[in-house]
């Protein structure tokens, strides 16, 4: 994968259980940088925090990837915080 462009705009991970921490190790294995990564999680696990990600920081205003890996019954309360990025 090329993470140019997420490199320069940024990814932004709703999520970040098993499904997520899956898919962000295999990225940051594979060179992405943290700092290029914005996690929103309420409860983020230690291996998580220890990444150096944007954990649960503002938002890049437009990011390259937005990735939603939350459980189907808690969409409803995980999509208003992605709300701003529709429409562009």
Do not use: E, Y
């Not at 259980?17 to 060179?31: E, H, I, N, P, Y």
């Not at 649960?56 to 437009?62: G, S, T």
């Not at 990837?65 to 709300?83: D, E, N, S, Y």
């Amino acid at each position: 994968m090329d993470f140019n462009m997420i490199a320069a705009r940024g990814l932004v991970l709703l999520g970040c259980g098993k499904m997520g921490s899956a898919m962000l190790g295999g990225w940051l294995r594979q060179g992405l940088a943290p700092g290029a990564v914005w996690v929103l999680d309420p409860h983020p696990s230690d291996w998580l925090v220890a990444q150096g990600v944007h954990l649960n920081a503002d938002l890049p205003a437009r990011p390259a990837v937005v990735l939603i890996a939350v459980k189907p019954q808690m969409m409803g309360a995980a999509l208003p915080t992605l709300a701003a990025m529709g429409g562009g």
